[in-house]
T-cell receptor, first 113, second 113 residues
Framework: EAGVAQSPRYKIIEKRQSVAFWCNPI?????LYWYQQILGQGPKLLIQ????????DSQLPKDRFSAERLKGVDSTLKIQPAKLEDSAVYLC???????????FGQGTRLTVV | GDSVTQMEGPVTLSEEAFLTINCTYT??????LFWYVQYPGEGLQLLLK?????DKGSNKGFEATYRKETTSFHLEKGSVQVSDSAVYFC????????????FGAGTRLFVKA
């Protein structure tokens, strides 16, 4: 079974630029998550989708972050404009049901300079 | 709100030593409990889980028992190896309201040969 795929693995941008991350979840998984993991901390949920609907985006900085999940499969997370404090690893995860364990991709390491 | 507290690291052990990483949680009802492991440069991998009180999760020599009376889910391994060096995250999924995974801050483990 293929795992969660994310791209790119690494990205370096200057502050105020924009960036987008892509995620392809495990086939058949209806629930998709984006987490932000700052160095030395645990992952923090940014947004949770159930199929193509948003379940929880309470911690998403909506003035600069946006996410979509078209057709309930792939998802993209965008940051525009980026700030220095956005430097982190962005993890995508999926699960078959909302209350079951999540499976994670390898993450995208973003450095904002 | 729901939360997870882990012992601070780093934890440094010699090979074949006994490992305990403490984890306590705050949640209403009976959440599901998890341990995830993150190797350098990788995403999170599910290590073990327990979904009800007194359940014991186990995998790769690691064990953790769901203790409702002490709201704990401590991770143990009888004999660690150098290859166990990683960051370990305790996590929960509440069984009420939003079903997002909530993570602790992580505990870094170093195992010396």
């Amino acid at each position: 079974e293929a795992g969660v795929a994310q791209s790119p693995r690494y990205k370096i941008i200057e502050k105020r630029q924009s960036v987008a991350f892509w995620c392809n979840p495990i086939s058949g998984h209806a629930t998709l998550y984006w987490y932000q993991q700052i160095l030395g901390q645990g992952p923090k949920l940014l947004i949770q989708f159930q199929n193509n609907g948003v379940v929880d985006d309470s911690q998403l900085p909506k003035d600069r972050f946006s996410a979509e999940r078209l057709k309930g499969v792939d998802s993209t997370l965008k940051i525009q404009p980026a700030k220095l404090e956005d430097s982190a690893v962005y993890l995508c995860a999926s699960s078959s049901y909302p209350n079951t364990e999540a499976f994670f991709g390898q993450g995208t390491r973003l450095t904002v300079v | 709100g729901d939360s997870v507290t882990q012992m601070e690291g780093p934890v440094t052990l010699s090979e074949e030593a006994f490992l305990t990483i403490n984890c306590t949680y705050t949640a209403t009802g009976y959440p599901s409990l998890f341990w995830y492991v993150q190797y350098p440069g990788e995403g999170l991998q599910l290590l073990l889980k327990a979904t009800k009180a007194d359940d014991k999760g186990s995998n790769k020599g690691f064990e953790a028992t769901y203790r409702k009376e002490t709201t704990s889910f401590h991770l143990e391994k009888g004999s660690v190896q150098v290859s166990d060096s990683a960051v370990y995250f305790c996590a929960l999924i509440p069984n009420t309201g939003g079903f997002k995974t909530i993570f602790g801050a992580g505990t870094r483990l170093f195992v010396k040969a």
